[in-house]
């Protein structure tokens, strides 16, 4: 189970292909991690770990509750 804080990009990347994106990919100055139609962009690695606030932005442009994070 995810923290709902403060992540790697490595583990953020791990735990949303297991909610069934597929990806990094390339993007134009973003990777970009894809699920159907939705195209969700990922920070870039060399920003450090991705903070709490980022996170809550990440998964509401996935569509992801804190429930669903926090019960991978």
Known sequence: MPA???ISRRE???YLRR???AGPLAGT???IMVRGS???RIPNPHQGEISRDLLVRILSEAG???DEWESL
Do not use: E, T, V
Request: proline share 6%.
């Open 38 to 40: 939705l195209k969700l």
């Open 12 to 14: 953020l990347l791990h």
């Open 64 to 66: 992801i509750s804190r």
């Open 19 to 21: 909610l069934g994106f």
């Open 29 to 31: 100055r973003h990777q």
């Open 4 to 6: 709902f804080g403060p």
